[in-house]
């Protein structure tokens, strides 16, 4: 029973808010805001200052990105940017500063990655999950 009586106040509230806009023969807001093609062209004109960063710098992707230590501390990965849209995922040994690249993404792309030990990596891709076991300077050697 109180939830009918709920509705009916949810109800009465929607049909006061839709009354009160569908009732007004204005538009929203003062209309006349909106500057002309010239008037902007004559308020950019006084502008004189040089900005190094456009548009495109705050919608593409970053140069790297997601850091992660290892559980050890002894690694760091992060997601490099490839080209315009792909990345790599790379691992940093911190220990003697080699980066290697453990892989690059092709079709999908990796949504989050976790590391499970210093010696794999649990990757969570568009369509799925893997998991990547990195191959270990002891087991390289």
């Not at 949810?10 to 538009?27: A, K, P, R, Y």
């Not at 200052?49 to 456009?54: A, F, I, L, R």
């Not at 690694?75 to 940093?92: D, F, G, P, V, W």
């Not at 290697?100 to 999950?129: H, I, N, P, S």
């Amino acid at each position: 029973m109180k939830l009918k009586h709920a509705s009916s106040w949810l109800i009465l509230l929607w049909l006061t808010i839709c009354t009160s806009v569908v009732g007004q023969d204005q538009l929203p807001g003062n209309t006349t805001l909106p500057s002309s093609q010239s008037e902007l062209q004559k308020l950019s004109a006084h502008e004189k200052g040089t900005y190094p960063n456009s548009i495109a710098d705050f919608i593409t992707l970053p140069q790297q990105s997601d850091f992660q230590l290892s559980p050890s501390g002894k690694y760091l990965s992060y997601l490099e940017k490839a080209n315009a849209a792909t990345r790599k995922l790379m691992i940093r040994n911190l220990t003697n500063g080699e980066t290697r690249m453990a892989l690059q993404e092709g079709e999908e792309t990796v949504g989050r990655y976790f590391w499970k030990t210093d010696d794999r990596l649990l990757l969570l891709w568009d369509k799925g999950c893997l998991l990547y076991t990195s191959p270990s300077p002891r087991d390289r050697g």
